[in-house]
């Protein structure tokens, strides 16, 4: 893992002090010390208490009403740069010419203006930069650490992944492009051009990209891109939706083993007889033997055993930690 950081110097800022909620605990896993923060880590993705999980790149504002309004390159320069995507990673194009490209860790110090609405502007800065080790198959994952100096807060400098107060840099997010997620139903939502979601380390969608399963990752180590299907049945499985119906039966910092059909995502050690918790496809859980949360879990929908079923026939196999 490779990683580059700027020092923070934030200033002449505007906001607002709102405290809504945006909490979308059912497609993440809240952050634990004893657990690595792109296993478990943080909040969704907010600043000023207004949602920038879902961002248009186009200036428009997503549902929050949150717009970015404008990009800054790392040294200041005022020569039309914007803000754009390369796959699922996030480049900026300008300069006198408009040629220029930053990309990587060149953006590091770069600043992103976001329009909160009713004229309130807020700059966040690109503060840190790092490559993640993918959990399957294909080339490490871009992630950006997004920092901004909340003025209600006393001045503190925040992460743009909440629950992050003592240390803004541990936090960071991969980008998803042309794509979104829908908290409530815990469905993909597909063909989302001019799109970018920000997936907090330790959320469903960081671990959808972490496992090979974003919308430009590789899959099959062969830089084949999953299907939405795919992508969807990954989702059911990160959030335990067994019934597919958008009802997540997970919480912080459970163990689970997982295992995919095309054998790019393997668990570390050989599961235990038993220890099969269900397959998976975009519809939800196939069957179910043993779910992560232990028996006392209640469903909406009745389930098979998975008996004579295989991982032959899902996306996904998924295997308790048995005590």
């Known amino acids: 893992m490779s990683a580059t950081f700027a020092l923070l110097g934030l200033a002449s800022l505007s906001g607002c002090a709102t405290e809504d909620e945006h909490g979308d605990a059912d497609l993440r896993m809240g952050y634990d010390l ?5 296993r478990c880590g943080y909040n969704s993705a907010e600043v000023n208490g207004k949602s920038v999980r879902e961002l248009r790149l186009d200036g428009q504002a997503n549902a929050d009403g949150v717009a970015i309004a404008g990009f ?3 040294l200041g320069g005022l020569l039309g740069w914007e803000l754009g995507v390369e796959g699922d990673s996030l480049v900026a194009r300008g300069g006198l010419l408009g040629t220029s490209t930053l990309r990587g860790a060149q953006l590091v110090g770069s600043t992103i203006l976001f329009d909160l609405g009713e004229g309130l502007s807020l700059p966040v800065l690109i503060a840190g930069y790092e490559e993640v080790e993918a959990w399957g198959a294909g080339d490490p994952i871009a992630a950006y650490s997004l920092v901004y100096l909340d003025l209600d807060g006393l001045g503190l400098q925040r992460s743009v992944c909440q629950g992050t107060l003592t240390d803004p840099l541990l936090a960071s997010v991969v980008v998803l492009a042309g794509e979104r997620y829908d908290e409530d139903t815990k469905t993909v939502v597909p063909d989302q051009d001019g799109w970018i979601t920000l997936g907090c380390a330790g959320s469903a969608s960081a671990k959808l990209a972490l496992l090979g399963y974003g919308p430009h990752g590789d899959v099959d180590g062969e830089g084949t891109s999953a299907t939405v299907a795919q992508r969807q049945a990954t989702l059911k499985m990160i959030t335990a939706d067994y019934c597919g119906t958008g ?3 997970t919480v912080d910092g459970v163990p689970l083993e997982w295992e995919n059909r095309a054998g790019t995502v393997v668990p570390a050690t050989l599961p235990p007889a038993g220890s099969l918790e269900a397959i998976w496809t ?3 859980a196939l069957c179910l033997d043993e779910p992560r949360l232990g028996d006392d879990v209640v469903l909406g929908c009745e389930l098979p055993s998975c008996g004579d ?6 996306e996904w196999a998924t295997y308790a930690v048995l005590d």
Do not use: F
Request: aromatic share 4%.
């Open 282 to 284: 975009e519809a939800g």
């Open 34 to 38: 004893d657990c690595p923060r792109w």
């Open 309 to 314: 079923l295989t991982l032959d026939d899902g």
């Open 72 to 74: 800054l390159p790392p």
């Open 247 to 249: 009802e997540a039966h």
